[in-house]
């Protein structure tokens, strides 16, 4: 079946020690996002890749970045975490102008 | 700017009843889309349900279906026979018309089924 992959499910890291977050798709889909969801909290959109071109967010922080080697493939990197991005990272694909978008399972991150 | 407000944090509702989760929007677009997501405690995000602006039949997908009143900009989810599964969070979004929009979320509304 064609899907969202998101790996790993859990990932536990220590403050500061950067991290990598891996979403893979078999959809084929153009655009590719990254979602943060704190707890209890609504999902918010980190940035999105068109193709090859990538789209900050104005209010992401310059910690957080991305990567897109190829269509499937979409990296989040946290370069120093600190306790507040504890949460669950969402990657998710749509076609351009469609308006749906296909979610992965998410990663939750734990920042110890 | 486009804005989702839900104002039930939590809701419970009987095994086999019907229950609604209100949603109401707020945007200057002529053009964009409503949706529901489901979110059980796993994490994952479900798609439920998508309502065009434009299109003027209520959107229905098996037991969930979309209440769509475009001039009070509100989009309930009436989800009929409740089922224990159904015990979750459920998020209502919006995204303009346009490529690669982002999905804007309303706080969610936790839902609780009950024998």
């Known amino acids: 079946d064609a899907m969202v992959i998101q790996n790993p499910r859990y990932q536990v890291t220590q403050f500061g020690k950067p991290v990598t977050l891996s979403c893979s798709q078999t959809?084929?889909?153009?655009?590719m996002y990254w979602y943060q969801q704190k707890s209890s909290q609504a999902p918010k959109l980190l940035f999105h890749?068109?193709?090859?071109?990538?789209?900050n967010e104005a209010d992401t922080p310059d910690n957080f970045q991305s990567r897109r080697p190829n269509t499937s493939f979409c990296f989040l990197d946290i370069r120093s975490p600190g306790l507040g991005d504890a949460a669950m990272y969402l990657c998710?694909?749509?076609?351009?102008?469609?308006?749906?978008?296909?979610f992965g399972p998410g990663t939750r991150l734990t920042v110890t | 700017a486009q804005k989702i407000t839900q104002t039930q944090p939590g809701m419970f509702v009987q095994e086999k009843e019907a229950v609604t989760l209100d949603c109401t929007y707020d945007?200057?677009?002529?053009?964009?889309?409503l949706f529901w997501y489901k979110q059980p405690s796993s994490g994952e995000m479900i798609f439920l349900i998508y309502?065009?602006?434009?299109?003027?039949q209520n959107a229905t997908e098996g037991r969930y279906s979309l209440n769509f009143q475009k001039a009070r900009k509100s989009a309930n989810l009436v989800i009929s026979a409740s089922q224990l599964g159904d015990s979750a969070m459920y998020f209502c979004?919006?995204?303009?018309?346009?490529?690669?929009?982002?999905?804007?979320f309303g706080t969610g509304t936790r839902l609780q089924v009950t024998l």
């Open positions: 945007t200057s677009d002529q053009s964009y889309g």
């Open positions: 979004a919006m995204r303009r018309a346009g490529t690669a929009s982002k999905l804007t």
């Open positions: 959809l084929n889909h153009n655009v």
């Open positions: 998710a694909t749509s076609r351009a102008n469609q308006y749906e978008q296909y």
């Open positions: 309502q065009g602006s434009y299109d003027e």
């Open positions: 890749y068109y193709d090859k071109d990538f789209n």
